[in-house]
């Protein structure tokens, strides 16, 4: 069973309340720790490890930075969650990576080369429940949508 202060920011994260209110500051604060510690500290990432996402706007072209949690896997991969904090509507760096799957992410102050693939079928029901394992809260934002929350594979891109 994880610690008191885990479960509690458990129960928090999975409220409608957290849902109407994180997006328009978790990632805003994220953004500024991590451009003032030069990539090396995440507010978020004191729940769950997170990664600072830059890949090509599905529409406009343009860089696009975001934030996000992830759960890491061995040899140079993540998992990243489309969960828009249980809230209607996949988050729109979903469609960012399923037009533009070439992106990077600054992990634990290092820029890394990645390249994402959707996770579907059996592949993503297995991940699904590693996810659901690494942070029970995403049962509570599936339950809340209608959509399928979409997941994805980065891996780390090799030098030629």
């Not at 991969?77 to 990077?104: E, Q, Y």
Request: hydrophobic share 40%; glycine share 8%.
């Amino acid at each position: 069973m994880p610690p008191t202060g885990v479960r509690l920011l458990q129960k928090v994260s999975s409220t409608r309340a957290f849902a109407r209110i994180a997006p328009h500051f978790v990632p805003a604060m994220d953004r500024a720790v991590h451009r003032l510690t030069r990539g090396r500290v995440m507010l978020s990432a004191q729940m769950l490890p997170g990664v600072i996402l830059t890949v090509k706007g599905a529409r406009s072209g343009l860089p696009r930075t975001t934030p996000l949690a992830c759960m890491p896997e061995d040899g140079g991969r993540w998992i990243l969650v489309g969960n828009n904090f249980g809230r209607p509507g996949h988050p729109g760096w979903t469609a960012n990576l399923m037009k533009h799957p070439d992106a990077s992410i600054s992990w634990r102050g290092k820029d890394i080369e990645v390249r994402a693939r959707r996770l579907e079928g059996a592949e993503r029901e297995e991940a699904w429940q590693a996810v659901l394992k690494f942070w029970p809260p995403y049962a509570t934002y599936q339950a809340r949508v209608e959509r399928e929350i979409r997941l994805f594979l980065l891996e780390q891109r090799r030098s030629r």
